[in-house]
């Protein structure tokens, strides 16, 4: 009774369902986007990271500073925008699983690049380079879904 006239937005039952959670959350953070001021935008998304472990250290890189990833066989190199080079004991099928994020596409089978990064595609000669002036191979097959993800990319 008390929940009711504090206006609750939900309740949760012990044992607590992470569904339930969810959707209690969801229904907060929508009421808040609801009652912000005109201009305000919603809350504002916190930077994702992706965290590295390398000989016992935990680095956290944000996925804005990654430019590109390359396979290096059962590894994978984090190229940096800063120019910063992180080899890390994964392979690219895993770092792209982990990092689960639309702004990163696999252009080639050992290549994973940030779109807002590339300055241009060529086609012909199936390539892709970057704002730091790299080159990067683009798989033939790849070249159609790049098009499309650039196209969403630039009018968004």
């Given at each position: 009774?008390?929940?009711l006239r504090q206006r609750a937005f939900d309740f949760l039952l012990k044992p607590i369902d992470n569904d339930d959670l969810k959707a209690c959350t969801r229904r907060i953070l929508m009421h808040y986007y609801h009652k912000r001021k005109p201009?305000?935008?919603a809350?504002?998304?916190a930077p994702r990271r992706f965290e590295i472990v390398t000989l016992g250290k935990r680095h956290f890189v944000k996925h804005d500073d990654i430019q590109h990833i390359e396979a290096c066989g059962s590894y994978a190199t984090l190229?940096?925008?800063s120019g910063r080079i992180?080899?890390?004991s994964k392979n690219l099928k895993k770092v792209e699983a982990i990092l689960d994020d639309p702004t990163f596409f696999r252009v080639h089978k050992s290549q994973i690049v940030r779109l807002n990064y590339i300055h241009t595609c060529n086609y012909r000669s199936h390539s892709i380079t970057l704002e730091s002036e790299k080159k990067i191979p683009m798989?033939?097959?790849?070249?159609e879904e790049l098009k499309q993800r650039m196209h969403i990319l630039i009018s968004s």
């Open positions: 009774m008390l929940a201009g305000q935008g809350l504002p998304p190229h940096l925008i992180i080899t890390i798989a033939v097959r790849k070249r």
